[in-house]
């Protein structure tokens, strides 16, 4: 069982970046996925989550700027961030979560830095 970020990197202020998540190991389309981000310093946040039937929700500091997405077929999820901001500047980890056994699954995750 395996989740593997991918995506993160050094962006402008303004800019954006496309997270992927690969799963393996599980029947993906059962489970609801997020991405999470943890900044030095602060607890880790929900950013966004897409459940089996693709209903999403985000956090109000995201609404509107990042999409959270899935290809079930593929076994990923993306997150699409827009007119970044230094403050989204953080870890962002991708989760598994299995509604019916309360089972969770977390990526490595990835370094995203926004510069000002």
């Known amino acids: 069982v395996q989740l593997q970020a991918s995506g993160g990197g050094l962006v402008q202020a303004g800019g954006s970046l496309r997270l992927s998540c690969a799963a393996s190991?599980?029947?993906?389309?059962?489970?609801?996925m997020g991405w999470y981000r943890q900044a030095p310093g602060k607890p880790r946040e929900l950013v966004a989550a897409?459940?089996?039937?693709?209903?999403?929700n985000y956090a109000d500091s995201v609404k509107g700027r990042f999409t959270i997405s899935r290809d079930n077929p593929k076994n990923t999820v993306y997150l699409k961030m827009n007119s970044l901001e230094p403050e989204d500047t953080a870890v962002y980890y991708c989760?598994?979560?299995?509604?019916?056994?309360?089972?969770?699954?977390w990526g490595q995750g990835t370094l995203v830095t926004v510069s000002s």
């Open positions: 989760n598994a979560h299995n509604n019916w056994s309360g089972i969770d699954i």
């Open positions: 190991g599980i029947i993906f389309s059962i489970y609801s």
């Open positions: 897409i459940i089996r039937g693709d209903t999403t």
